[in-house]
């Protein structure tokens, strides 16, 4: 089945330091959804991507959909404590199972002031 | 708005009782999905109800039964279950499915089953 590999697993960095985090995978996927989670809060939506190359930011994120539809990169620069958590890339398939995502594990991201 | 709330945050039941989680969204959106969530696990897809009819069930067993009583709510009723279920529970939205619909999550009920 369709799996994504995100990496790292978990990340300790210096506040004010440049974080960038990756997904891969071997299928195709028409849309890329990056997300963070706090401890005790559900996933929040950073960032979506809906075309092969697209660049787009939000604030300190910046995120890109691989021109070949099978990857994407997070960036996050001057990082600050309240980044800390899990950030998690989902793949979507346009008509596959009904739009369900597939989740990568996860990026756990420490900040330490 | 991209807001889908969920009540109760937390829920404590024994393994006899019958409860109920509920989501609601407001943002016109006509696909909601339920998500069971472990600690340190990426979200796992339960349910898929789409215009308010059960598109998908990844093979949950019968002691979770969803309902979708309009567009705007969907509940999970909960019964008999067991301690391994205590999980975050997302509820989730979109415009539609299967077509890329950005999928908005709410906050969560934390399950504990005693």
């Known amino acids: 089945g369709q799996q994504l590999n995100q990496s790292p697993q978990s990340m300790f960095i210096q506040e004010g330091e440049d974080v960038s985090m990756n997904c891969t995978s071997s299928s195709i996927f028409n849309t890329w959804l990056w997300y963070k989670q706090e401890p005790g809060e559900g996933p929040v939506l950073l960032i979506a991507?809906?075309?092969?190359?697209e660049l787009t930011s939000n604030g300190r994120l910046t995120a890109q959909f691989g021109i070949t539809r099978k990857d994407s990169f997070l960036n996050i620069s001057a990082s600050i404590p309240s980044d800390v958590g899990i950030y998690f890339c989902a793949g979507q398939v346009y008509g596959g199972s009904q739009g369900n995502l597939i989740f990568g594990k996860g990026t756990k991201l420490s900040v330490k002031p | 708005d991209t807001e889908v709330t969920q009540t109760p945050k937390h829920l404590v039941m024994g393994m006899t009782n019958k409860k109920s989680l509920k989501c609601e969204q407001h943002m016109g959106h006509r696909a909601m999905y339920w998500y069971k969530q472990k600690a340190k696990k990426p979200p796992e897809l339960m349910f898929v109800y789409s215009y308010e009819k059960l598109s998908i069930n990844e093979s949950v067993p019968s002691r979770f039964s969803p309902e979708c009583p309009n567009s705007s709510l969907l509940n999970l009723h909960l019964h008999a279950l067991q301690p391994e279920d205590s999980a975050l529970y997302l509820c989730a939205s979109s415009q539609e499915t299967g077509v890329g619909g950005t999928i908005y999550f709410g906050e969560g009920s934390w399950l504990t089953v005693v």
């Open positions: 991507l809906y075309k092969a190359g």
